[in-house]
Structures are given as structure tokens and as C-alpha cells.
């Protein structure tokens, strides 16, 4: 484990020299070094980006990080083994059946329907499962077509059936899905299949199908954080797609809208949705004008004080609903209001809903002053505010 990195994260975070930090007592409390909810999850999210790996919710907790010791304990359950994956990339002939579609007849056993059930098992904890086979789309299809199969096309985010090397299918895959390589794993049962995808995308977790030795389903299953997502991410991008495609027969984005039968709810937060509003704010990195996160907790303690408000952008149309997607933190003044914060989820880019927020918060009738902060991921959002009339607030 680089311990050295993690100290030069905590150093930045902290405000305290790396040479202070190192001498610093492992079993003592953190909070004695300044790491309050606020910088703890900047820490979590300057961790994150770099080593690549992403922190299950279930140890996103202060306890388990309150002192250098116990910091190091939980990561390197991360940082000395794989990293987690998001994706996994499957073959189809031979290894979620017996044989080669259209070429023989296809079947299935107690083996190969074991590892259908453990993909499926896997597509219902958030992972992304796509295939990507060397055959026509019309085999595939008539193989889907057994009432047997446990894998069903819900299940499948992207299918890739074409007889292009499999490399140019992965960086296809990861562009549509907006990921990284580096969290992709893909089973295959021929070991050419494998090494070119060794050799040229080495960032790729490959693991070979192989029916003599069923422990590669487990391995694959391995690879994969345990928690359960809240978040059905297979239907999340279907719907977004669908969307996509709608988009085009279109010439503004109102007439898109307006074809989707869009219901853009912008009111007043509650506290059942602080802990949805802390999530935005922690995982949002392009449209995060602030580039601040906040903790669950200190969302509540906004809402229960006078001197802060939070407004949020909910929304659905006629392929479901994307839920909460945005949300703006701001201060009302005597002469102004301050936009502390300004979140807009990726997966609502591109529909007007920054503008229908901005919209929102001028018809308040006071000038409009927001706090950004440049990052590496929301520069090409610099301009947001100049450009809708709001100006440039300085803390």
C-alpha cells in the first residue's frame, strides 16, 4: 500500500505538513487534526481519484477511519488486492452455453446455467454486464430465445455480436458507459481472445471460462464489491439510451422534452432526501460549481438552520423516473442570494436542466451571486454563471 500517497492526501486535506502527519500518534483521533465531516469526505474523494478505486457505502463511515491506523486497515483492503469492478464483459458460444450458435445446437447445463445465475446475481448489486461475441446477431438472438436461459436481455446493458476484434468492442463499451477500462473484467473461454485483450488493454481484468475448473465463477464474482447498489444501473442506462435515441429525431431541446412528456419537479429539500443530496454532492464532479461535498449529517444540520435553504431538481419522463439529479445549497441576504452550491447529475446533461435552475432561483427577484471553485472535472462549467447573469461570489 502507498502510504506515502495517503499521507500527502491527508496532508492537503488536513492543512498539516507531511512530516507532522507522520510523527502524529497512529492511534489517535483524527478530529484532533481538523478532520471534520467536511474534509473527511474530501479525503475520500481525493483517495478515490488517486488509486482508481471506488469506497463501498458500507465503509464510508468516520469510525472506520477516525485514526491513521484504522485509515490504513480499511484501504488496504482496497489497495492490496484488485481493484473493485463495475463492468463485466462476457462471452457468449461456449460459455454461457454449450456450442456455437447457429453452427450446432446450443444447450445448457447445471454448470453454465450456475454461471448465468451469478452474472444475474451480479447485474442486481449495480454491475454493468455486457457481452461481446464473434457471431451474427440473429444466432444471438434465437439463442435468447430458450425459455430456459436465466440471463434475459433485461439484464444486459450493451451486446456487442459482430466479428470485430474484441479490443475496439471494449473501448466501444467503455465509451458508451462513460468508464474506465481499468474497471472492466472479461470472461472468455478462448485463451487468443484473452491475450489479445492482455496485450492491448492490459488495464482489464481478464479470467477464462473454463468448465473444468468452476471455481472462475467465483473469481469473477470476487472481482465485485458485495454491497448491494440502490441504483439498478443496467435499467438506469437502458433508459438513458432510449432518451438518446429520441433525441435526434429532434431540433431543440423543448421539443425533446416536451416528446419524453418531461416532469422537471424544482422545490424546497426535506430531510428524507439529505442523504441523496450528499450523495450528488460526493459523487458529482463535472457540474459541481463549488466543488464542495457534504456528509448526510451536515445536510441535515443545513436544513434545520435558517441561515441556509436547499432546493432540489427531481425528474421523470415517459421512460422512467431519474429521481433526484440536482440540487442548489444558497443563503438568502438582505440585498442578494449566495448559490453556495450548484449539482447537476451526469445522466442529466445535455436537457436544460441547469437552465431551468438558474431560471428558478432568478425568478426569487434578488441578484444572484454563486461560489465556484475551478477543479480539474468542472472547468468547462466555468462560464455557467457569467453566462447566465449571475455574478462571481467570493468566500
Known amino acids: 500500500m502507498n ?31 481538523g478532520l471534520d465531516s467536511i474534509k473527511f469526505i474530501q479525503f475520500i474523494v481525493a483517495v478515490e481519484e488517486a488509486f482508481q478505486i471506488e469506497i463501498r457505502d458500507s465503509d464510508l463511515l468516520f469510525s472506520k477511519f477516525e485514526t491513521i491506523e484504522k485509515l490504513f486497515s480499511t484501504l488496504s483492503g482496497y489497495l492490496e488486492s484488485t481493484p473493485l469492478k463495475k463492468v463485466l464483459v462476457c462471452d457468449c458460444d461456449n460459455v454461457l452455453w454449450r456450442g456455437v450458435a447457429g453452427e450446432e445446437t446450443v444447450s445448457l447445463d447445471s454448470d453454465t446455467l450456475s454461471l448465468q445465475q451469478e452474472i444475474v446475481n451480479l447485474c442486481n448489486r449495480g454491475v454493468l454486464v455486457c457481452l461481446c461475441s464473434k457471431n451474427d446477431r440473429a444466432n444471438f438472438e434465437q439463442a435468447f430465445e430458450n425459455p430456459d436461459m436465466v440471463l434475459k436481455n433485461e439484464h444486459i446493458a450493451i451486446a456487442k455480436i459482430n466479428f470485430r476484434d474484441k479490443a475496439a468492442n471494449l473501448k466501444e463499451i ?51 464489491s458485495q454491497s448491494a447498489s440502490t441504483m439498478n444501473r443496467t435499467a438506469l442506462y437502458k433508459e438513458q439510451k432510449e432518451r438518446e435515441k429520441e433525441k435526434l429525431h429532434f431540433k431543440t431541446v423543448d421539443e425533446y422534452n416536451n416528446s419524453l412528456e418531461t ?62 439529479v440536482g440540487a442548489v445549497i444558497y443563503e438568502e441576504k438582505a440585498d442578494c442570494i449566495v448559490l453556495h452550491s450548484f449539482y447537476l447529475s451526469c445522466r442529466a446533461f445535455g436537457r436544460g436542466f441547469e437552465t431551468l435552475m438558474i431560471n428558478e432561483m432568478k425568478a ?32
Not at 458507459?177 to 472492466?184: Q, R, T
Not at 426569487?364 to 449571475?390: A, C, I, Q, W
Request: hydrophobic fraction near 40%.
Open 263 to 324: 416532469k422537471a419537479v424544482f422545490c424546497p429539500a426535506d430531510s428524507g432526501s439529505a442523504g441523496r443530496i450528499a450523495e450528488l454532492s460526493q459523487r458529482t464532479n463535472q457540474f459541481n460549481l463549488s466543488g464542495r461535498r457534504y456528509a448526510e449529517q451536515e445536510v441535515l444540520d443545513m436544513l434545520a438552520q435558517k441561515k441556509y435553504h436547499i432546493r432540489t431538481l427531481s425528474v421523470s419522463d415517459k421512460y422512467g423516473d431519474m429521481g433526484l
Open 174 to 224: 467503455a465509451a458508451e458507459l462513460n468508464v474506465s477500462l481499468n474497471s472492466f473484467v472479461f470472461l472468455d473461454d478462448s485463451d487468443y481472445e484473452l491475450g489479445l485483450i492482455s496485450a492491448l488493454l492490459p488495464e482489464v481484468c481478464v479470467v477464462k471460462a473454463d468448465y473444468h475448473d468452476l471455481s472462475f465463477i467465483k473469481t469473477v464474482s470476487g472481482l465485485f
Open 364 to 395: 426569487m427577484g434578488k441578484p444572484l451571486f454563486g461560489v465556484y471553485n475551478e477543479t480539474d472535472k468542472n472547468r468547462k462549467h466555468k462560464s455557467f454563471y457569467n453566462d447566465n447573469g449571475v455574478g462571481l461570489y467570493e468566500l
Open 3 to 33: 502510504e506515502q500517497t495517503i499521507y500527502r492526501i491527508l496532508s492537503v486535506v488536513t492543512e498539516k505538513n507531511e512530516e507532522a502527519l507522520m510523527a502524529f500518534s497512529k492511534d489517535q483521533s483524527l478530529l484532533d487534526l
